[in-house]
C-alpha cells in the first residue's frame, strides 16, 4: 500500500508564492507518473500539473507559466512550486499517483487578495 502526504499549504497574499510537497511511501514511486490537482468549493477537482516518470511535463492552461512541478525519485517526493498565486488558486491541493490512483489527503491553499 502507498501512502501519499501532502504539505506545504497556506495562506499567502496574491502575488505570492507556496511550494507544495507530496512525500510518497512504496516502491512504485518512480514507475509512475504523478499528479497535482485541485479542488475548490462547489467545483470539480481538476487536474493542474502532471510529470511522468521521465519528467516530462504538463500543466493546465490556467496555472502555465506560474506553476512548476518537479520529482525526486530518491527522495519519493514531488512538488508543486506556485508562484504569483492568485485567489482564484484557492483550493485543497491533492496529489496523485497515476499507476494505482492513490491520492494524498490534500492541503489546503488560500489566496488572499
Known amino acids: 500500500q502507498v501512502q501519499l502526504v501532502e504539505s506545504g499549504g497556506g495562506l499567502v497574499q496574491a502575488g505570492g508564492s507556496l511550494r507544495l510537497s507530496c512525500a510518497a511511501s512504496?516502491?512504485?514511486?518512480?514507475?509512475?507518473?504523478m499528479g497535482w490537482y485541485r479542488q475548490a468549493p462547489g467545483k470539480q477537482r481538476e487536474r493542474v500539473a502532471r510529470?511522468?516518470?521521465?519528467?516530462?511535463?504538463n500543466y493546465a492552461d490556467s496555472v502555465k507559466g506560474r506553476f512548476s512541478i518537479s520529482r525526486d525519485n530518491a527522495e519519493k517526493t514531488v512538488y508543486l512550486q506556485m508562484n504569483s498565486l492568485k485567489p482564484e488558486d484557492t483550493a485543497v491541493y491533492y496529489c496523485?499517483?497515476?499507476?494505482?490512483?492513490?491520492w494524498g489527503q490534500g492541503t489546503q491553499v488560500t489566496v488572499s487578495s
Open positions: 512504496g516502491w512504485i514511486f518512480s514507475s509512475s507518473a
Open positions: 510529470i511522468n516518470n521521465m519528467g516530462y511535463t
Open positions: 496523485n499517483l497515476e499507476l494505482k490512483g492513490y
